[in-house]
T-cell receptor
């Protein structure tokens, strides 16, 4: 079975500062990994996904994530936070033929 | 094109009542998923359709929950004898083919059981 752990239910950063949202996964087979963002009263939107190609994955809105098998991690980063990045972020894992398993989410606040 | 739509956006019902939640996937998407998101939690998988058939219903919590997709497009999630613990946001998603493809989510239906 797969599982995801997101460290930190709430992260607060200043505008222009580095964003780092942590995600660790557990999977007995090579995983596919995803980051989704959820803005208030909206559906989840895919930021990026890892599908066993390049380990550094670039997504929308300047976000990227690096797959590190040795650390079973898939942390999400952005060099410079914008006010518009304030939202809930979810990491998810999928293995062969299985539906997505989501973490509990990390709420990102951006301070002006 | 149009994204995934869900109706109603909000539903308030009384304990013991029956509710139906509807999902319209993106046109041409063969895979459809239902998730439940409780307050402060990530989405939790309920059921996954490939075409008209349920490929995986292992996430349905009990036999009060049932979902159908009779023509391989629109899906309805049905909850019988609702309980207060069923209160949550019910999310629907679709993907072009299988589970490893990008899932596109609808805005959800917020269900409140009084």
């Amino acid at each position: 079975a797969q599982s995801v752990t997101q460290l930190g239910s709430h992260v607060s950063v200043s505008e222009g500062a580095l964003v780092l949202l942590r995600c660790n996964y557990s999977s007995s087979v090579p995983p596919y990994l995803f980051w989704y963002v959820q803005y208030p009263n909206q559906g989840l939107q895919l930021l990026l996904k890892y599908t066993s190609a390049a380990t550094l994955v670039k997504g929308i809105n300047g976000f990227e994530a690096e797959f590190k098998k040795s650390e079973t991690s898939f942390h999400l980063t952005k060099p410079s936070a914008h006010m518009s990045d304030a939202a809930e972020y979810f990491c998810a894992v999928s293995a062969e033929g299985t539906p997505l398993v989501f973490g509990k989410g990390t709420r990102l606040s951006v301070i002006a | 094109g149009a994204g995934v739509s869900q109706t109603p956006s909000n539903k308030v019902t009384e304990k013991g009542k029956y509710v139906e939640l509807r999902c319209d996937p993106i046109s041409g998407h063969t895979a459809l998923y239902w998730y439940r998101q409780s307050l402060g939690q990530g989405p939790e998988f309920l059921i996954y359709f490939q075409g008209t058939g349920a490929a995986d219903d292992s996430g349905l919590p009990n036999d009060r929950f049932f979902a159908v997709r009779p023509e391989g497009s629109v899906s309805t999630l049905k909850i019988q004898r609702t309980e207060r613990g069923d209160s949550a946001v019910y999310l629907c998603a679709s993907s072009l083919n299988g589970v490893r493809e990008t899932q596109y989510f609808g805005p959800g239906t917020r269900l409140l059981v009084l």
